[in-house]
């Protein structure tokens, strides 16, 4: 049987100034942890870039932005060490974006779930499809959205995020999210999405490098403890993947 754990890839280019970004993984964009750890290693070594200005995240099909941890690395996960090492993927990605000195315009061309909603959190301007529901649900199987917790709450301030964590079964809308400040706008086709990106992006590549790095800085203020906290919070999801509850979820969900 092949191992979806090793499918999947990261795709980048650079044009003008712009770097894309895109994530697949054949199970509606779900990241194993090889392509959590190529996801960051990318967005870092574009931070570093000397020719590049601005990044555009995005993955790649229509219908799922990313369905967050991947259920077949979840259920493989027998000790606390390599659990926390699974959730540290997610972790790095998001640290990846908060430190990456260039800003960072997120695609969201379809539903975000878990961890996927900790990725279009982690950018520094998102654009999403009216589609684009988002749904934490991490507590509907024992674990709760500990790791992406802090970047959906910079966006989305506690009252919000805590619905979601709370209600993990529910979806809610792109309007919601927009109006949540998850979303900064929202489009009815992927092709009035794009034309919107692509104009902002071409902005941002002539914009003063300097001033971009310094505004950067001031939109993650607060934020110079993540290294710490969100391996704190790796830990804790790392425990809870050893559960009865939680690995009988999963098997259940894996079966539908």
Same mark, same amino acid.
């Given at each position: 049987?092949?191992?979806?754990?090793?499918?999947?890839?990261?795709?980048?280019?650079?044009?003008?100034?712009?770097?894309?970004?895109?994530?697949?993984?054949?199970? %509606?964009?779900?990241?194993?942890?090889?392509?959590?750890?190529?996801?960051?290693?990318?967005?870092?070594?574009?931070?570093?870039?000397?020719?590049?200005?601005?990044?555009?995240?995005?993955?790649?099909?229509?219908?799922?932005?990313?369905?967050?941890?991947?259920?077949?690395?979840?259920?493989?996960?027998?000790?606390?060490?390599?659990? %926390?090492?699974?959730?540290?993927?997610?972790?790095?990605?998001?640290?990846?974006?908060?430190?990456?000195?260039?800003?960072?315009?997120?695609?969201?061309?379809?539903?975000?779930?878990?961890?996927?909603?900790?990725?279009?959190?982690?950018?520094?301007?998102?654009?999403?499809?009216?589609?684009?529901?988002?749904?934490?649900?991490?507590?509907?199987?024992?674990?709760?959205?500990?790791?992406?917790?802090?970047?959906?709450?910079?966006?989305?301030?506690?009252?919000?995020?805590?619905?979601?964590?709370?209600?993990?079964?529910?979806?809610?809308?792109?309007?919601?999210?927009?109006?949540?400040?998850?979303?900064?706008?929202?489009?009815?086709?992927?092709?009035?999405?794009?034309?919107?990106?692509?104009?902002?992006?071409?902005?941002?590549?002539?914009?003063?490098?300097?001033?971009?790095?310094?505004?950067?800085?001031?939109?993650?203020?607060?934020?110079?403890?993540?290294?710490?906290?969100?391996?704190?919070?790796?830990?804790?999801?790392?425990?809870?993947?050893?559960?009865?509850?939680?690995?009988?979820?999963?098997?259940?969900?894996?079966?539908?």
């Amino acid at each position: 049987m092949e191992d979806k754990r090793l499918l999947g890839n990261i795709e980048l280019s650079i044009n003008q100034g712009i770097a894309t970004i895109e994530f697949y993984h054949p199970s %509606h964009n779900s990241m194993p942890a090889r392509l959590l750890a190529d996801l960051s290693e990318t967005i870092r070594r574009m931070g570093e870039h000397e020719d590049v200005r601005v990044l555009v995240l995005q993955s790649k099909g229509e219908k799922t932005f990313c369905a967050g941890a991947s259920f077949d690395e979840l259920i493989s996960i027998k000790d606390k060490e390599n659990g %926390h090492k699974f959730f540290m993927g997610f972790a790095n990605v998001i640290n990846a974006c908060r430190k990456c000195p260039k800003l960072i315009i997120g695609r969201v061309q379809g539903k975000a779930i878990g961890g996927g909603v900790g990725i279009a959190s982690a950018t520094d301007y998102c654009f999403a499809l009216k589609t684009a529901a988002v749904k934490l649900s991490e507590l509907a199987v024992g674990i709760g959205p500990f790791v992406v917790g802090p970047a959906v709450q910079r966006k989305v301030g506690l009252s919000a995020f805590s619905q979601m964590a709370i209600h993990a079964t529910q979806f809610f809308d792109a309007e919601w999210a927009r109006e949540k400040g998850l979303y900064a706008s929202t489009y009815d086709s992927i092709e009035e999405m794009d034309k919107a990106i692509a104009e902002l992006a071409e902005i941002l590549s002539k914009s003063s490098p300097e001033a971009m790095q310094h505004l950067k800085q001031v939109f993650w203020e607060g934020t110079e403890n993540w290294d710490e906290l969100l391996s704190i919070r790796a830990g804790i999801s790392g425990k809870l993947v050893l559960t009865d509850f939680t690995v009988n979820a999963i098997n259940q969900f894996k079966s539908k």
